[in-house]
């Protein structure tokens, strides 16, 4: 049985973790979140120590085969796209490398023609030797597959359900792959049958009520912690923000996760579940990102770019259009940059100031954490 055959129940009958989780999610309206963040604190010391854990997103493609209402790799969108070569993603991956990071997400839209046939074994292969920590954010795929993936040299996933609300869901997601709710909401638990060691999930805020989407948020971490025991998880609540096709994108105040009820998340998750790993993305503004930052949070990314060749332009020579699957050839290429990134990012900062921050509050940056040498033997 998996979760997607229990989420059902649990939404109508919560656990007693899950409404004890409810409950601190109350105090978002009170005077209790100053000590639920006090409380957070010393419980992420405890299990932490005084370190925040430091990572970088390289995106390999923004091709697509989905249609997602909320995101700037829309199949439909009329963005500018390209795949990295494998060469141009270890030119990526140097430069990163050169800033002080051993922890790369590696990140790509879902399409079986640009991002198949061994693509991304061979990226790993190619960074393995010089990044200790290699982690994903691709299209969910079978249980041999992962298999496969964590062979040569994947450690971690992340996958986040974007949305709980599964009328939301589909009607979020009008073609591809990604409308089959239940195939991803169980995708958490192939990785772990596939040997990942590190698993991220999470919501994207913004698109259904954010209390009930916390809730469910809850409940599949709880479920995860009981049958992929084995693992390490982190969880994330990233905001919407304007992307590709609609920078101009405003908040619907209905669904909006306001500042204060996302710190009331953060100290939530870590009184609940204290050994959990909790990220905050470049998505969010500098200043929130500062004030968070030892309250609970675990992983930051710092410097980020949300496009293939964000760092150092590679793919620049191949920018193209693709409509209905096909690549099409620009006109004029000349003004053209780097592709289309996937949203705009917040904390614009680069990654030695936001690594300054960190130390201005007695923060240890931490570049790496793991290495395949302590398996040896």
Known sequence: MAFADVFPDLLEHPTPLMRRFGRLLDGVAGDALEAHARRSQQVTRRHFGK???????????NECVNNCSYCGFSRDAAILRTTLSVAQVVREARHLHALGFRNLLLVAGEHPQFVSDGYLQQCLDALKPFIATLAIEVGPLADGQYAEIVRHGAEGLVVYQESYDRDGYQSLHTAGPKRNFGWRLNCPERAYAGGFRRIGIGVLFGLA?????????????EYLYRHCWKAQFTVAFPRMRPYAGNYQYEPDPALVLPDRALVSLITAFRLTFPPVGIVMSTREPAALRDAVASLGVTHMSAGARTEPGGYTGAGRDDLHLTVKGRRVELEQKSGCETATEQFQINDTRSTAEVVAMLRRQHLDPVWKDWDEALLAG
């Open 51 to 61: 370190t925040m854990r430091l990572f970088a997103p390289l995106y390999l493609s």
């Open 209 to 221: 009520h954010w209390q009930a989407e916390a809730m469910a948020l809850c409940g599949h971490l």
